[in-house]
């Protein structure tokens, strides 16, 4: 089992910039990848960017990519997203995702949190 807990979310202004931080616990070697998933209201939750936990090797949505930037920090079991240039379309819940592959492919998602774009 691999629990999540997500912070940094809350309300920015367009053009602003906002760090999202997920720490995970638990079977944390058994995770292949981390990533940000975001879902805004009627619509349905879309990738925002992944981690791979072995090579660090990332993965951007087309919206995001540019302005965006996954990392890790492995002492602290911690994965970040850095966003900048953010528009009021980036508005939405922001779920952190761990995904393992063995013994099968399971995910685990985080709480949620708020990130809210507007004047």
């Known amino acids: 089992q691999v629990q999540l807990v997500e912070s940094g979310g809350g309300l920015v202004q367009p053009g602003g910039s906002l760090r999202l931080s997920c720490a995970a616990s638990g079977s944390i070697l058994s995770i292949y990848a981390m990533g940000w998933y975001r879902q805004a209201p009627g619509k349905q939750r879309e990738l925002v960017a992944t981690?791979?936990?072995?090579?660090?090797?990332?993965n951007y949505a087309d919206s995001v990519k540019g302005r965006s930037s996954i990392s890790r920090d492995n002492a602290k079991n911690t994965v970040y997203l850095q966003m900048t240039s953010l528009q009021p379309e980036d508005t939405a819940t922001y779920y952190c995702?761990?995904?393992?592959?063995?013994?099968?492919?399971?995910?685990?998602w985080g709480q949620g949190t708020q990130v809210t774009v507007s004047s």
């Open positions: 995702n761990a995904k393992e592959l063995v013994p099968r492919i399971t995910n685990y």
């Open positions: 981690i791979t936990s072995s090579s660090g090797s990332t």
